[in-house]
């Protein structure tokens, strides 16, 4: 269960994800090809590069299943640190003319932090911070070609070069809307699928205890009936939990499920040994008295209270209505 609800999860993000790339991939292509119609001349490579993006995530969505075998943590940790090769490479080649794609980076810890801790989250955030910053610090910016080579019109596309200029921020809060949504489902799906495996192994548990202390009760009947330890008057539950290899608790436990304790099961076979004797006459050789102390009983009270429990009726109405017979 627990395999199967995550990995349906694990899909949707997967899915969801690259459908979004497809989405930011084909506005930056149309992008492109507005800036030309409107008359600026750009680099052919600009334009392969976006091609070949979109194109890129149209296969991905057509092989998406390939995807899904893929280990989910080893498919997000190894998407963020190419995700941020890639935006490392973008904000060379714009930098410093498009400084606000660095807010790409903002969304790259929460998606991290879909599969690892947070500590390890924050460790992986910064050694890319480290990295970027080593980068930029060391880098030689003049050595990347500028996609612009000349405009016709600037007044013309001054308005679309605005917009496309902020798009990036309304682009980071659209991932890190996607990454804590999912990071919040994930992690409340993971939530609710270990309670379940809890119930359920609980309710297993429960199962198991039971069915043990069925067997428990029927060593403990065995026990009684051949060992017959009711009959020492200072029996306690702790003599039978060590005679049937338990405790007192479990011991507790198995007569409570049968609706007896410990002092209403020994009394049971004191009254039922009791029987055996009056039965067999042997009260015409010994006294009543004689015979429940032989039982266990210590005082008379005691054995007409547990007798007429048993019986319904005295000692001595018993042994009349033997008389009878």
């Not at 979004?20 to 084909?26: A, M, R, T, V």
């Not at 800036?35 to 334009?47: D, K, S, V």
């Not at 810890?109 to 947070?118: A, H, I, K």
Request: glycine residues 2%; hydrophobic residues 40%.
């Amino acid at each position: 269960m627990k395999t199967s609800l995550l990995k349906i999860k694990q899909q949707e993000i997967i899915k969801n994800f690259i459908k979004l790339k497809l989405c930011i991939d084909s506005y930056y292509l149309l992008a492109d090809i507005l800036y030309r119609f409107l008359g600026e001349e750009r680099t052919i490579a600009l334009l392969i590069e976006n091609l070949i993006s979109v194109c890129f995530s149209v296969i991905l969505i057509i092989n998406v299943k390939t995807l899904y075998k893929i280990n989910f943590k080893y498919l997000v940790n190894g998407t963020s640190f190419l995700l941020s090769i890639y935006i490392l490479y973008i904000s060379y080649q714009t930098h410093p003319y498009f400084p606000v794609a660095y807010f790409y980076f903002i969304c790259i810890p929460v998606g991290l932090l879909l599969v690892n801790s947070m500590k390890r989250s924050l460790l992986y955030s910064l050694i890319l911070l480290t990295v970027i910053f080593l980068a930029f610090y060391w880098g030689d910016f003049n050595s990347f070609p500028l996609y612009t080579i000349h405009t016709k019109n600037l007044n013309t596309i001054e308005y679309v070069r605005i917009v496309n200029y902020y798009i990036p921020i309304l682009f980071t809060f659209i991932f890190l809307f996607f990454d804590i949504y999912y990071l919040v489902e994930y992690n409340k799906s993971s939530l609710e699928i270990v309670h379940k495996e809890t119930i359920a192994v609980s309710r297993k548990q429960k199962i198991t205890q039971k069915d043990n202390l069925d067997l428990l009760f029927e060593e403990i009947m065995k026990c009684m009936e051949h060992n017959q330890s009711y009959k020492n008057t200072n029996y306690s539950i702790t003599d039978l939990a060590k005679e049937v290899n338990s405790n007192r608790t479990y011991v507790s436990n198995a007569l409570n499920k049968a609706n007896k304790n410990f002092y209403d099961l020994i009394n049971e076979f004191r009254i039922k040994y009791i029987l055996e004797n009056l039965n067999e006459n042997l009260h015409k050789k010994n006294s009543i008295k004689f015979i429940y102390h032989q039982a266990g009983f210590n005082h008379q009270t005691t054995f007409n209270k547990a007798f007429k429990k048993e019986t319904g009726c005295s000692p001595t109405e018993y042994v009349k209505s033997l008389e009878r017979i």
